[in-house]
């Protein structure tokens, strides 16, 4: 009998196992009668979707896994591009680069279940403007904003949604939409992380509103990055990209928190847990013959277990993973190194691209990319303030940048703001400019600050949301990718091109060509200059 054979005559699964293979290591189920009930019945139809924001990174194997055991469990599973939510949520995603990041993750989400042996025929893809902009679906978001109050919409996206000190309604309306799409899309289910929880309760108490059934939920629990923190998008150091090269992969794991024997937070060991368990049902930890010689983990919980108790060591962990990782990253990087998918990237993720300088007595060379990605600018906390010994009008400055040595900075702010008023306040500090003495003390960074038009001359440092932590990132918004320069020469002029457009707006947000600064926490500001330029 061939293989083939005798897999179509291995009986199907019955009810218990299908809601084993659906339920297993998610973090909670809301609806477990209900799921059970379908099982019995038929097989359940299951939604996850995606907001088409940052690049997908190796964290979104989470999803992918399960969405293996649900067709594993015979499930109708439809993997939803949510074009239309990556705008609206404070518009991660520009308009005009929507299509094309879609496009992007439509080409990589695919690439990754091929990579896991998900057979592709066996899903539904679905873009959300496909059937958001219906005539139908819009006239429910009416009857749906007729009924839900400003509050429960706010802390419905709480967890999902960015959170700012002055929302956009479209952020309110996300979570409204997400719900509608249970209905939309005829499903019965919906996978997401338990970071949408509050969605998911806002989607069961609001859809009977509007004459909906209530649909089953299923969260997995959230995986911690490899600095020991949620794995985000926006933070380059928690994450490894599903293109980074093998040197990448090594440098970043290694880089990873494992504390020996350390199993809370380890991010090194959920991707063992969540992804490549549930695919592979063991685990090979690799090691020399003198450390013991490879060790195959048939369960989970003795890995975990081994390693709580220091047999296995960090780094051998760390190997192992690299080893497997790179093997399901492989098929990927080989599908996107065509001269198609390579131009898709870099159009839809330009800041990534950066422009190779002309080498010297090279002609017609293509122009030098200049985009805000390129500058290194960091939230900054002053420790100290003192007068420049030989200058009225300077301070010397101690300002923290999450390094392990403050750095020093001399500005020209002694007229305009208070040493009182400087003192451990937050501050957004550009870091790469190339160190300059100034009279007789090298400052390492410019403190940049709004100014207003015309006289008298007013100067305000700009801010940071509250509760920002020193060495955060600042970036443009649509340029939250990308590696900034080293150092920026002063010949090339990068900064002094890019501050031409630098702005700050009508509500006092900092801006270059009309997109804000941001950061994790929201959108940078000064006090009062409203038009006023930055420097």
Same mark, same amino acid.
């Given at each position: ?202 989607? !069961?108490?609001? @859809?009977?509103? %509007?004459?909906?059934?209530? /649909?089953?939920?299923?969260?997995? *629990?959230?995986?911690?990055? &490899? =600095? ?93 993973? !690299?080893?497997? @990782?790179?093997? %399901?990253?492989?098929?990927? /990087?080989?599908?996107?190194?065509? *001269?198609?998918?390579?131009? &898709? =990237? ?115 440092? &700009? ?73």
């Amino acid at each position: 009998m061939q293989p083939m054979e005798a897999a179509a005559m291995e009986p199907a699964p019955g009810p218990q196992e299908k809601y084993h293979l659906i339920t297993r290591n998610l973090q909670e189920v809301l609806g477990e009668d209900k799921l059970m009930a379908i099982l019995k019945e038929r097989e359940l139809k299951i939604y996850w979707g995606t907001a088409t924001t940052g690049k997908p990174h190796v964290a979104y194997f989470v999803p992918m896994s399960k969405i293996a055991d649900f067709l594993k469990a015979g499930c109708e599973v439809t993997i939803l591009f949510a074009d239309l939510h990556a705008y609206l949520d404070n518009m991660k995603a520009p308009w005009e680069l929507l299509e094309l990041r879609t496009r992007y993750y439509e080409n990589v989400i695919k690439a990754m279940l091929e990579s896991i042996g998900v057979p592709l025929e066996k899903l539904k893809f679905v873009r959300g403007t496909d059937y958001q902009l219906s005539k139908e679906y819009t006239l429910d978001v009416y009857r749906l904003s007729s009924v839900v109050t400003q509050h429960d919409a706010k802390k419905a996206g709480a967890e999902v949604v960015k959170q700012v000190e002055h929302p956009l309604l479209s952020g309110l309306l996300y979570p409204g939409l997400q719900a509608l799409d249970e209905e939309y899309l005829k499903v019965d289910a919906q996978f997401g992380g338990v970071d949408q929880r509050k969605i998911f309760t806002f989607a !069961e108490k609001y @859809l009977p509103s %509007l004459g909906y059934a209530k /649909r089953v939920h299923l969260m997995n *629990p959230m995986v911690p990055g &490899l =600095t020991g923190s949620k794995m985000s998008s926006s933070e380059e150091d928690s994450k490894i990209d599903l293109l980074d090269r093998k040197e990448d992969v090594k440098k970043k794991l290694k880089k990873a928190f494992c504390e020996p024997g350390n199993v809370e937070n380890n991010g090194v060991l959920s991707f063992i847990k969540h992804v490549l368990f549930p695919l592979k049902s063991e685990f090979v930890i690799l090691r020399e013959e003198k450390w013991g010689g490879n060790k195959t983990y048939t369960a989970y919980e003795a890995l975990e277990k081994d390693f709580a108790e220091q047999v296995v060591h960090p780094g051998d962990l760390k190997n192992s993973v !690299e080893v497997a @990782l790179n093997k %399901l990253l492989d098929p990927i /990087r080989e599908k996107f190194n065509s *001269p198609e998918l390579k131009k &898709l =990237t870099n159009a839809a993720y330009p800041n990534l691209s950066k422009a190779k300088p002309a080498e010297k007595g090279t002609k017609n060379s293509e122009p030098e990319n200049v985009v805000p990605s390129r500058l290194d600018i960091r939230v900054g906390k002053v420790i100290s303030v003192e007068k420049h010994p030989d200058a009225d009008s300077l301070y010397v400055e101690k300002i923290d940048v999450g390094e392990p040595e403050p750095r020093t900075v001399v500005s020209g702010l002694v007229q305009f703001v208070p040493k009182e008023q400087l003192q451990d306040r937050l501050v957004v500090l550009l870091c790469n400019l190339k160190p300059q003495k100034m009279r007789g003390v090298e400052s390492q960074g410019m403190v940049l600050c709004a100014s207003s038009v015309g006289e008298p001359r007013q100067v305000e440092p &700009l801010d940071p949301p509250a509760g920002c932590c020193a060495g955060e990132r600042v970036y443009v918004e649509g340029y939250e990718g990308g590696e900034p320069d080293d150092e920026l020469k002063p010949k090339k002029k990068v900064f002094e091109k890019l501050q031409a457009d630098f702005r700050v707006s009508e509500d006092c947000v900092a801006q270059w060509k009309q997109r804000n600064f941001l950061t994790k926490l929201g959108r940078v500001s000064c006090k009062s200059l409203k038009g006023g330029s930055i420097s």
